[in-house]
């Protein structure tokens, strides 16, 4: 397995894997969540704009010929409403079903981390939502603690 820089060539299948991202989310909560009308197109539109930007960090992971997971993440300044110093920013982390509990999450957090690093940067923060255990427990075994719990109140009941 290895893990390198999400390519131009990559995005129709990131797409796809994104799209996933979109629709685990909307099962856990459809009214926090919501799902854009065509979501891998979509996000390979999104990430071929972020692909162009300094700040931000998209990784492949490739087993073989193939693309089993990715991750996308970016360098934020310091944030007031946050009250957050200048870090990193994990958005995104999904492996396809079939490549999990191999390591490859771990190797692209772990190539993540390190690209961060060198940028300076001293802290890396990442949501995960409530209902996602699996998640949670895959971040705090990478060293992730718990700091922020989101709050939502819909206004329309
Ligand atoms: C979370 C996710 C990225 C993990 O990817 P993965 O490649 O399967 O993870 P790894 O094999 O690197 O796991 C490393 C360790 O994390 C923990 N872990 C991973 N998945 C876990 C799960 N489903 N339940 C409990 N612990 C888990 C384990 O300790 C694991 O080590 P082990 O297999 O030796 O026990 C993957 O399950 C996924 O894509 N989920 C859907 C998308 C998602 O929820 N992304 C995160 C929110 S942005």
Known sequence: MKVRSMKARDLPRVGELAAEMVALHHGWDARRFFVPDSPAEGYRWWFSKEL??????????????????????????????????????????????????????????????AHFAKRGLTQIVLSTATKNKAAQKFFAKLGFRSTMIEMTRDLDD
Request: charged share 30%.
């Open 52 to 113: 162009e930007r300094k700040a931000a960090v998209l990784l492949v992971a490739e087993v073989g010929d193939a693309v089993a997971g990715y991750l996308y993440g970016t360098c934020e300044e310091r944030d007031w409403n946050a009250l957050r110093d200048p870090g990193g920013a994990i958005h995104d982390v999904l492996v396809d079903r079939a490549f999990r509990r191999r390591g490859v999450g771990e190797a692209l957090v772990a190539a993540a981390v």
